[in-house]
């Protein structure tokens, strides 16, 4: 079992930025391949970003458009996400999730946009974008 723990959103106008993160307790965190999505009120959830278990592959949604980026400190157990020139359109609750691929798995981006491929939920922090 996997408990996340996501902080850093709150309110921010527009152009600004916020830096999400995800805590991910335990010695195993390096084994999980891990992600972002948000979910806009009234909106389904929608993937953000997944980052590889090293940290050296990501791979983005394309409304990200180099706006976001996710990384990962493997000695800490925490994942980020840092997210510049906000808009209000990116006002929703964030969520992390973490999955535990196969030990010698590639990291296929396109495999971890759905959220059904993921093992693991936090609970979400909530980032408001103002106009």
């Known amino acids: 079992q996997v408990q996340l723990v996501e902080s850093g959103g709150g309110l921010v106008q527009a152009g600004g930025s916020l830096r999400l993160s995800c805590d991910a307790p335990g010695r195993t965190f390096s084994a999980y391949t891990m992600g972002w999505f948000r979910q806009a009120s009234g909106k389904d959830r929608e993937f953000v970003a997944a980052?590889?278990?090293?940290?050296?592959?990501?791979y983005y949604a394309k409304f990200v458009q180099g706006r976001f980026t996710i990384s990962r400190d493997n000695t800490k157990n925490t994942v980020y996400l840092q997210m510049n020139s906000l808009k209000p359109e990116d006002t929703a609750v964030y969520y992390c999730a973490a999955d535990a691929p196969p030990p010698f798995n590639v990291f296929n981006g396109a495999f971890y946009q759905e959220a059904s491929n993921y093992d693991y939920w936090g609970q979400g922090t909530q980032a408001t974008v103002s106009s």
């Open positions: 980052i590889s278990r090293s940290g050296a592959s990501t």
